[in-house]
């Protein structure tokens, strides 16, 4: 069942296009992240499902009512903001009760829902406290709780994550995950960061210039991007880039150093679409260092990463690509490197766009 729905959606701040033309739908239960670089329209498509922004053209939908120009407080929906947005001189106990006490809710009531809310963030033991004598993480905890008791139809959340240091935003993945499976409530959550995407999501929504590039699981949008964007976007580092020149059905594509590669299936893939000049993308992930591999070049740098090393390998003058490799062996000087086709994509150099 549809829960959100976003039709021809755009926003313009002068002459300037924020967001243009997003059409999507958000399902009952799903996690969906927004994900892209700063300045993509994201925010600003979230401000609008909220009511916090009107749209110059388009239409939101929540539950099958359209609430284009309803206010915030009548689209029962739930904004988590990045700055907590607590009331100082109050104590957790009635930072959460708030929304509750606004509406007019029983006391007996309030006192109910804040008690079964703080049990599930485990913040029992901390709703006498006020904001200033909190940690970080259980400041957020107490913004989520403020949301969660008002059980909306939606839960919107702008980077909640971001004034977090590293370990702590680890945990609150973590710990906003398990609330999602255990309260199975819609959530629309906007990030720029890559991994609280590929950690959390059901769904991303990957934009850029205001548009969207491509909406998938992370598996999807990881594996086959739709384009140049969203290989190099996603990924760290982002997918390798070699300009190849197809020759002809049983020829192969030529590199930039003057060599030859041979795969069927990518020949086939550029022949049906009749496409010459072409880009491989590959993960660094799916390159090896081999004995005899279809790719020649020299090792230019290796970073130790623990587990793995990370090698800049110079195939061609100024082109550098990335290959990961979990061997102890270090190596150095001219290297071999092998493909593996099967996880390997093909682009179309003047559109960006994937050859599938």
Not at 182 to 204: F, K, N
Not at 208 to 215: C, K, T
Not at 326 to 349: H, P, Q, T, Y
Request: charged share 25%; net charge positive; proline share 5%.
């Amino acid at each position: 069942m549809e829960r959100v729905r976003l039709e021809g959606l755009s926003k313009r701040f002068g002459a300037f296009e924020a967001v243009q033309d997003v059409t999507l739908s958000v399902f009952e239960g799903e996690f969906v992240v927004f994900l892209g670089p700063s300045g993509c329209g994201k925010t600003t498509t979230l401000r609008m499902i909220a009511g916090l922004e009107k749209p110059t053209k388009g239409d939101i939908f929540i539950a099958g009512k359209r609430v284009t120009q309803l206010p915030p407080a009548r689209r029962n929906i739930a904004f988590v903001f990045q700055n907590y947005a607590l009331y100082p001189h109050m104590t957790a106990f009635e930072n959460i009760a708030f929304p509750l006490e606004a509406q007019g809710v029983p006391r007996e009531e309030v006192q109910r829902r804040v008690r079964e809310v703080a049990k599930i963030l485990g913040l029992e033991h901390l709703l006498a406290l006020r904001p200033a004598q909190l940690s970080s993480g259980d400041m957020q905890k107490v913004a989520l709780g403020r949301a969660m008791v008002r059980r909306p139809q939606v839960f919107l959340m702008d980077e909640p994550l971001s004034g977090l240091d590293a370990k702590l935003r680890e945990e609150m993945r973590a710990e906003l995950k398990r609330l999602h499976i255990e309260i199975g409530a819609t959530t629309i959550y906007v990030t720029h960061d890559q991994i609280e995407a590929m950690s959390m999501a059901d769904r991303i929504v990957v934009m850029n210039e205001g548009r969207i590039q491509q909406v998938g699981s992370p598996k999807e949008v990881y594996l086959h991007p739709e384009n140049l964007f969203v290989a190099h976007f996603i990924g760290s580092p982002g997918m390798n880039f070699i300009p190849l020149l197809f020759l002809g059905e049983g020829r192969g594509f030529r590199l930039e150093n003057g060599e030859s590669i041979r795969c069927e299936a990518m020949e086939k893939l550029a022949m049906q679409r009749g496409v010459r000049e072409c880009i491989l993308g590959i993960r660094p992930e799916f390159l090896s260092i081999a004995a005899s591999g279809e790719i020649r070049g020299s090792v230019v740098s290796v970073e130790p990463l623990g587990y793995k090393n990370l090698y800049a390998v110079e195939i061609a003058p100024g082109r550098i690509i990335r290959v990961e490799d979990m061997r102890r062996e270090r190596f150095s000087g001219n290297v071999s490197l092998a493909v593996r086709w099967e996880a390997a994509c093909l682009f179309d150099r003047q559109t960006g766009q994937s050859i599938r």
